[in-house]
Structures are given as C-alpha cells and as structure tokens.
C-alpha cells in the first residue's frame, strides 16, 4: 500500500462495507480483499449484481484498478462520431469540437531579484492576517 492508487482503493473498498452488509447480510474483510484475488472477485461479482447503484460504481471503480492500470482513468470528454451533433445526435450537424481549458498564465519569476521574491511569500502570510 505504497501509490497514491493503492489508497484510493482501499478507499473505495471501505466505503463497500456497509452497502454490503445492508443488502447482503457480507461481512466485508478489507485485508482479506485487498491480498486474496479469488476473495474480491466473489466481492466484486457480487456488489456488481446489487441494486444500489453508488455500490455498483464502487465496485466498478475497484474492479477496474484493482488488477489493472492504477493511474488511467476514462476521458472525462465525450467523442462524438463524425458528422453528429454532441448535443443531439442530428445526422448532417457537425458539432463544435470542445477544447478543456488551459492552465491560468502563472507570471514568470525569473527576472526577479532574490529580494523581491521574498517579499512576495512574507507578503502572502502577512496580508492575510485579521
């Protein structure tokens, strides 16, 4: 349990216990299933087949990074087929392409003196006090 990936999982996993328990009657084992494969496969086979959807997407989460790329994640943009509307699906309507934002422009501090510099961080604790 040494990534960053590793405790999102374990995360995700704990937050299972309970679904779990309401509407399985499982006593869920964090230890036994984050080292024991065939453990969190009935698990996860298991909160797939639930009703409740938050546990659902737990399981989908864990299932997903649990034996796979940690550090993926799906593209938070929709690709829209060529020739369709994003919004609609309107054959013969092109869509506008969406482009993420960029970073905000972050003011170059390289011909700054050392002094300056650091009047800029005593600034930053000082203005703000009350």
Not at 8 to 14: A, K, L, R
Not at 37 to 47: D, Q, S
Not at 97 to 116: C, I, K
Request: hydrophobic letters at 40%; zero cysteines.
């Amino acid at each position: 349990m040494s990534s960053p990936g590793d405790s999102q999982i374990m995360n995700y996993v704990v937050r299972m216990v309970v679904p779990l328990r309401r509407e399985f009657g499982r006593q869920l084992d964090v230890t036994q299933f984050l080292h024991d494969r065939r453990y969190a496969r009935e698990v996860l086979a298991e909160a797939l087949g639930s009703q409740d959807p938050r546990l659902r997407a737990y399981a989908e989460y864990v299932q997903g990074r649990m034996h796979g790329a940690r550090i993926a994640t799906p593209s938070p943009l929709p690709v829209a087929a060529p020739g369709l509307a994003a919004a609609g699906g309107v054959p013969g309507v092109v869509a506008e392409s969406v482009v993420p934002p960029s970073a905000p422009a972050v003011p170059s501090t390289d011909s700054l003196s050392e002094e300056e510099l650091r009047a800029r961080v005593m600034k930053k604790y000082t203005g703000g006090l009350r």
